[in-house]
């Protein structure tokens, strides 16, 4: 249901753009990382019908979120990379459990509030 490219190796600094095109009409969207040895966080979401957007801490002013309601289809923009961005990046989406945004900083859907996930993407920063 999801399927999920662009992914690689970059030197840090660099710039990578990830997509994820989805096979039905979705209601949220994010990006999740998962690292060796850390556990799995969230990275970004955006809510399609309004268009907001949500980032985790780490990434804001770098990674940017966005979409293309033709296609179904999200991507995230991830500039002034680092070694610590390194992980699999795994797309997921989200009909009828996308939760009410929160107003608290720095808040993200979690794992558990998307319904389907893709396999994700490796993205690798040195």
């Known amino acids: 249901q999801l399927v999920e490219s662009g992914g690689g190796s970059v030197q840090a600094g660099g710039s990578l753009r990830l997509s994820c095109a989805a096979s039905r009409v979705t209601s949220c969207m994010g990006w999740f990382r998962q690292a060796p040895g850390k556990e799995r966080e969230g990275v970004a979401t955006i809510y399609v019908v309004s268009g907001r957007t949500y980032y985790a801490d780490s990434v804001k002013g770098r990674f940017t979120i966005s979409q293309d309601n033709t296609k179904n289809a999200v991507f995230l923009e991830m500039n002034s990379l680092k070694p610590e961005d390194t992980g699999m990046y795994i797309c997921?989406?989200?009909?009828?459990?996308?939760?009410?945004?929160?107003?608290?900083?720095?808040?993200?859907?979690?794992?558990?509030?998307?319904?389907?996930w893709g396999q994700g993407t490796q993205v690798t920063v040195s």
């Open positions: 997921a989406m989200g009909v009828w459990t996308c939760p009410t945004a929160s107003t608290v900083e720095g808040w993200l859907p979690a794992w558990g509030d998307y319904e389907h």
